[in-house]
């Protein structure tokens, strides 16, 4: 059903955009302003940040391993 390298990708992706969620996360609580998005917004847009580049990253490993 799914190969190997697509398997890869998808992986890499998630763990960068789990990553990507605890930074955006961290930073908007240690922020101490009210002004800005809440906590919710800063983890999915650290999600999706990070699984952006997670994909990226993970194409071009798929790329160097064949």
Known sequence: M???SLLS????????G???AVIGGVLRLLN???AGPSLSQSLAV???AGGCI???VGMFDSL???
Request: hydrophobic letters at 50%; aromatic letters at 12%.
């Open 2 to 4: 799914i190969d190997a």
């Open 9 to 16: 990708i998808l992986t890499t992706a998630f763990l960068y």
């Open 18 to 20: 789990v990553g990507g």
């Open 32 to 34: 101490k302003s009210e």
């Open 46 to 48: 650290g999600f999706l």
């Open 54 to 56: 997670g994909a990226i």
């Open 64 to 66: 160097l391993d064949s």
